[in-house]
């Protein structure tokens, strides 16, 4: 069956560190791979797209990379802050149809002064 | 910056009931969709909207709902009949083109069925 798997264990580190985040697909060929926040009673902001052929994808303090063999994405918040503290969602798209975003269960950041 | 809104943020209706949610989609945006995310899930998707058509629904989207683009700026997602399972957040979202690009949210409206 297919699967997107996100810690569902929250991360807590403390500000100023590097913060990591992981998502691991099974029997998903995604053609991009996004990055969304999401703050409670709120909905998905977007913050980094990394394409299939791409490995690594860097956005001021964000860092993606993309392993299609491992099925794997990680993305790092470096110099973290409190503010940085919300949940964090990667969703594949596929090349299929009109590319609906398939969602997983997001990770939460604390990020403590 | 242009924004996607929804209206209303919370809605409380009763078990049969019909609700409308609506949204107004950013305005040169043309691949329309709607998520559902049950408190404490993830975020899932339920119908793409395309060309004044659904392009591709989720096997969620059952004949109860449907969505609609009645004057080419608003989108609508209708409940025919509401059930307890219907509660949850609605999320609109909006796209200039169909892929490879990111997907603006609106804000959500909150769907409470009792």
């Known amino acids: 069956s297919q699967k997107i798997e996100q810690n569902s264990e929250a991360l807590n580190i403390q500000e100023g560190k590097t913060a990591t985040l992981t998502c691991n697909y099974t029997?998903?060929?995604?053609?991009?791979l996004q990055w969304y926040r999401q703050d409670p009673g709120r909905g998905p902001v977007f913050l980094l797209l990394?394409?299939?052929?791409?490995k690594e994808k860097r956005k001021e303090r964000l860092k993606v990379t993309f392993d299609t063999t491992l099925k794997q994405s990680l993305f790092h918040i470096t110099a973290s802050q409190p503010a940085d503290s919300a949940t964090y969602l990667c969703?594949?798209?596929?090349?299929?149809?009109?590319?609906?975003?398939?969602f997983g269960t997001g990770t939460r950041l604390l990020v403590s002064p | 910056e242009p924004e996607v809104t929804q209206t209303p943020s919370h809605q409380v209706t009763q078990m049969g009931q019909e609700v409308i949610l609506r949204c107004v989609p950013i305005?040169?945006?043309?691949?329309f969709y709607w998520y559902r995310q049950i408190l404490g899930q993830k975020v899932e998707f339920l119908v793409s909207?395309?060309?004044?058509?659904?392009?591709?629904k989720s096997e969620i989207f059952d004949d109860q709902f449907s969505v609609e683009r009645p004057d080419g700026s608003n989108f609508t997602l209708k409940i025919r009949s509401t059930k307890l399972e219907d509660s949850a957040m609605y999320f609109c979202?909006?796209?200039?083109?169909?892929?490879?690009?990111?997907?603006?949210f609106g804000p959500g409206t909150r769907l409470t069925v009792t």
């Open positions: 979202a909006s796209r200039v083109t169909s892929g490879g690009n990111e997907q603006y």
């Open positions: 029997n998903y060929s995604p053609a991009y």
């Open positions: 990394i394409r299939e052929n791409e």
């Open positions: 969703a594949l798209e596929t090349n299929t149809g009109f590319q609906k975003l398939v």
């Open positions: 305005s040169n945006h043309l691949y």
């Open positions: 909207f395309y060309n004044n058509e659904i392009s591709e």
